[in-house]
C-alpha cells in the first residue's frame, strides 16, 4: 500500500502507523466493519485506507470485486482529481498493483 500511496515500499511501517490512528481514532465509526482478527486484509481495510488517505481503493478478486471510498468526506467535484488505486488479489494469498 505504501508503494500504491508514492511513498515507496520501505514506508510500509509509516502506512501501518496511519492505518491503526485511523482505527483508534474513528473507532466507533469502524467497529462495525474491521474485525480484528483479519488486521489489514482488504477487505477489512479498503475503507480505513479510504477514509485515511482520501483515494478510492478499487480490490479486484475472483471472489469478489469491491470499491471503498472515504467515509468521511466527499469525493472532489472535479472527477479528475480522483486519485484511484487498484489492487488485485491473486494466488489466494497476495494483492498486486492493477493498471488500468
Known amino acids: 500500500?505504501?508503494?500504491l500511496l508514492g511513498m515507496g515500499e520501505e514506508l510500509w511501517s509509516l502506512v501501518h502507523n496511519h492505518l491503526l490512528k485511523e482505527l483508534t481514532s474513528w473507532s466507533k465509526e469502524y467497529i462495525n466493519l474491521v474485525t480484528m482478527d483479519k488486521w489489514m486484509n482488504?477487505?477489512?481495510m479498503g475503507y480505513v485506507i479510504a477514509s485515511r488517505y482520501n483515494v478510492i481503493v478499487v480490490s479486484f478478486s475472483r471472489q469478489?470485486?469491491?470499491t471503498f471510498f472515504?467515509?468521511?468526506s466527499q469525493p472532489p467535484p472535479d472527477s479528475s482529481v480522483h486519485r484511484v488505486i487498484c489492487i488485485g488479489h491473486v494466488y489466494e494469498n497476495h494483492f498486486v498493483q492493477v493498471l488500468l
Do not use: G
Open 64 to 66: 469478489q470485486s469491491m
Open 1 to 3: 500500500m505504501a508503494a
Open 42 to 44: 482488504i477487505t477489512d
Open 70 to 72: 472515504s467515509l468521511k
